[in-house]
C-alpha cells in the first residue's frame, strides 16, 4: 500500500470514531497524561486499535488516541507519543501527525519532559519553546510528500510566536511562572553525560529531550501551527556525587507539574 493510502486509511478509521470538528491537537509527553483527565466527553481509543499506529513502549505513554472537550472546544490529544530511541523510523514517530492534518487539525500544542540544562531553571519549572536545536534524524529526509508540504520548509518560526505571546498573557494573568527558551532534541534513550549537558547549554540550549523536535518539524511542513512546552524534570548543570537520572523520578516531576500545564494549555485551546 501507498504511503498516502496509509495516512487516508487511518484518518478514515479515526473520523469514524470521533464527533465534530477539531482544529487543534495536544501531544502529552513524559508524565504529562494526567492533562487528559481534564478531557470532557472523551472518546479514547487505544493506539493497539488504530490502523498502522504503533506502540508506545516509553514509561508514562498510556497510548490512548482522545477525542473530546477541553478549554470549551473539541481536540484531539495523544496520550503519549512514540519516539525514535523505541526502534521506530522517522516516518514511524510522526505519522500521527499527518493523520491529524488530514483529520482537519490547524494548530498542534506538544508537551514534554525535559532536563534543564539553563542554571537558573528549577525541577517544576515550565519552559515555553521558543526554538529547537535538532540533533535527530530529519524526519523530512526522503522524497518528498507534496500532499502535506514543500520540499525545504522553513522553520525560522517553528514554534508560533502569535501563540507564545497568548500564552505569556495567560500565564502572567494566572499568575503561573513560565520560562522560556531553546529546546534541544537528542536521540536517547540514555541520558546525556555532564559534558554534553555543559556542551548544549554553551550552543544554546536551555532543556533537552527526546521527542517533540521531528513532531513539530513535520507539522510545520503540513503547515499546522506549533506551541511547545516542556516541564523541567531534573537539573543537568548540577551533578552531587550521588546524582544519578531516574525515569521514574523523570515522571514525578511532571507529574507534579501536569495541573500546572493541564491549565494553562485549556486556557489557550480556548482562545483558538
Known sequence: METNDLYAETAAYLSACISGN????????????????????????PYREIPHFVRSTASGHKGNFICGKLGGKTIL??????????????????F???????????NLLVSNAAGGINTSFKV???????DHINMLPNPLIGPNNERFGTRFPDMTRAYDRELIRTME??????????????????????????????????????????????????????GIRVFGMSVI????????????????????????????????FASLIATL
Do not use: W
Not at 487543534?24 to 470532557?40: D, K, M, P, Q, Y
Not at 500521527?96 to 490547524?106: A, E, F, S, Y
Not at 552531587?240 to 507539574?257: G, K
Open 22 to 45: 477539531p482544529e487543534t491537537a495536544v501531544i502529552l509527553g513524559s508524565g504529562l497524561g494526567a492533562l487528559a483527565n481534564r478531557i470532557e466527553e472523551a472518546t479514547v481509543i
Open 77 to 94: 490529544a495523544m496520550q503519549g507519543r512514540f519516539h525514535y530511541y523505541e526502534g521506530y523510523t522517522m516516518e514511524q514517530v510522526t
Open 96 to 106: 500521527p501527525i499527518r493523520v491529524m492534518k488530514l483529520l482537519g487539525i490547524k
Open 124 to 130: 517544576g519549572d515550565l519552559m515555553i519553546i521558543r
Open 169 to 222: 498573557a495567560i500565564a502572567a494573568e494566572k499568575q503561573i511562572p513560565v520560562k522560556k527558551g531553546v529546546y534541544v532534541g537528542l536521540t536517547g534513550p540514555s541520558y546525556e553525560t555532564p559534558a554534553e549537558y555543559a556542551f548544549y547549554g554553551k550552543v544554546g540550549g536551555d532543556a533537552i529531550g527526546m521527542s517533540t523536535v521531528p513532531e513539530v518539524i513535520v507539522a510545520r511542513h503540513c
Open 233 to 264: 524534570t531534573n537539573e543537568g548543570y548540577h551533578f552531587a556525587d550521588d546524582f544519578v537520572n531516574d525515569a521514574n523520578d523523570v515522571i514525578e516531576a511532571a507529574d507534579r507539574a501536569a495541573e500546572k500545564m493541564s491549565v494553562l
